[in-house]
């Protein structure tokens, strides 16, 4: 069974710009989370996707959005880019069915901020 | 809202010791906790979870303990390999059916040949 997968690996931008990160979730997972984790930091939530719909999001400003498709992958759109948003950004999928079931996540994008 | 603690920051331990990593919550609603294990230039692995129901859950070398009227719950690795060596993060779930976890700041392990 394939995992989360995430693309770019890599993404290197400079301020003001956008950026754009995709996420493909496990299959037969409906929900998909993004994460920021600031070099040497803990995971702080961003964004949760199930059925198409937003469901929640983290204290991050509105520049910071995303959509899920009827595929159930997911991009993350980052718009007016700030030197702090450089991070590794997190894609995580969970089964349906409700919560308190566990959090299958991708290795990542690196963005960087020049 | 749910503020998870997790202790200590960074852990050395000799190669064959324990390593014990303990995490607290403040929200009582809290009933999933997961650890993830993460390696360098990877994403975090779940290695073990415990649900409220349940007081300790065991997987071979991993084992997790929980203490909800404490609110604490901790990860124990025995007969620790240099493989182990990553950073470990708790987590705790929020939410009305805990669809959304808050994780604690982690913890660098780091064994020691």
């Known amino acids: 069974e394939a995992g989360v997968t995430q693309s770019p690996t890599h993404l290197i931008k400079t301020r003001g710009q956008q950026a754009t990160l995709r996420c493909s979730p496990i299959s037969g997972h409906t929900s998909v989370y993004w994460y920021q984790q600031a070099l040497g930091l803990g995971l702080q939530f961003l964004l949760w996707?199930?059925?198409?719909?937003?469901?929640n999001r983290g204290n991050f400003p509105p520049r910071f959005s995303g959509r899920q498709f009827p595929n159930y992958s997911s991009e993350l759109n980052v718009n007016a880019l700030e030197l702090e948003d450089s991070a590794l950004y997190l894609c995580?999928?969970?089964?349906?069915?409700?919560?308190?079931?566990?959090?299958?996540f991708g290795d990542g994008t690196r963005l960087s901020i020049l | 809202g749910e503020n998870v603690e997790q202790h200590p920051s960074t852990l050395s331990v000799q190669e064959g010791d324990s390593a014990v990593i303990k995490c607290t919550y403040s929200?009582?609603?809290?009933?999933?906790f997961p650890w993830y294990k993460q390696e360098l230039g990877k994403g975090p692995q779940l290695i073990i979870d415990i649900r409220s129901n349940v007081g300790e859950k065991k997987d071979q070398r991993i084992a997790v303990t929980l203490n909800k009227t404490a609110k604490h719950f901790s990860l124990h690795i025995t007969e620790t390999q240099p493989e182990d060596s990553a950073v470990y993060f708790c987590?705790?779930?929020?939410?009305?059916?805990?669809?959304?976890?808050?994780f604690g700041p982690g913890t660098r392990l780091s064994v020691l040949p």
């Open positions: 987590a705790a779930s929020i939410g009305n059916y805990g669809q959304n976890f808050v």
């Open positions: 995580a999928s969970s089964p349906a069915g409700g919560g308190n079931q566990p959090q299958h």
């Open positions: 996707y199930d059925e198409g719909e937003e469901r």
């Open positions: 929200d009582s609603a809290s009933n999933y």
